[in-house]
T-cell receptor, first 112, second 114 residues
């Protein structure tokens, strides 16, 4: 099925570093969401974006809805060990069924 | 408040055997979703229920997969017969109607088909 293009696929960083990841699509989306999945658990919603250009923060996390409606970005500042996990972007298209399309995920590993 | 409950958490079966997964959504959530998550991939929607009605089952392989939500609460997803390629995590999620962005996921059932 259709999936969003998420990059990078994996990241290995030092504790305290900032993290950036992005998600792109060839189609326009009217909603962008960012989830985090820990091992053995289901994804948990971090941030939801509804307007082009919107910038939303949730603690050390900041996400932006791209102005073209075809991309979104997630930044994590001052990473800590509990940030380890897999981050997924998800989008909802303007046309078609009201379902979420997920990216392939970015696996974040933090070296203490 | 209890989250989405799924069972079993793990299931190992031989190919051609049937298997069933059970999901109990968060109380009051009338929208229920079943997702398939392959290793290294994001979840992909299999079916979405609004109460008892399957409103989107376009991605459900109906030759071997079936699902039901008879009373609009619990749901079961069945595979019969299972194939090697069905090995994956099957996630259940629920939400209030009209609040599909705030989907609460269960821990998933990890299926291994030998």
């Amino acid at each position: 099925g259709q999936q969003l293009n998420q990059s990078p696929q994996s990241m290995f960083i030092q504790e305290g570093e900032d993290v950036s990841m992005n998600c792109t699509s060839s189609s326009i989306f009217n909603t962008w969401l960012w989830y985090k999945q820990d091992p053995g658990e289901g994804p948990v919603l971090l941030i939801a974006l509804y307007k082009a250009g919107e910038l939303t923060s949730n603690g050390r996390l900041t996400a932006q809805f791209g102005i073209t409606r075809k991309d979104s970005f997630l930044n994590i500042s001052a990473s800590i060990p509990s940030d380890v996990g897999i981050y997924f972007c998800a989008g909802r298209r303007i046309q078609g069924a009201q379902k979420l399309v997920f990216g392939q995920g970015t696996r974040l590993t933090i070296n203490p | 408040e209890a989250g989405v409950v799924q069972s079993p958490r793990y299931k190992i079966i031989e190919k051609k055997q049937p298997v069933a997964f059970w999901c109990n959504p968060i109380s009051g959530h009338n929208t229920l979703y079943w997702y398939l998550q392959n290793l290294g991939q994001g979840p992909e929607l299999l079916i979405r229920y609004e109460n008892e009605e399957a409103v989107d089952d376009s991605q459900l392989p109906k030759d071997r997969f079936s699902a039901e939500r008879l009373k609009g609460v619990d749901s079961t997803l069945k595979i019969q017969p299972a194939e090697l390629g069905d090995s994956a995590v099957y996630l259940c999620a629920s939400s209030f109607s009209g609040e599909g962005d705030t989907q609460y996921f269960g821990p998933g059932t990890r299926l291994t088909v030998l």
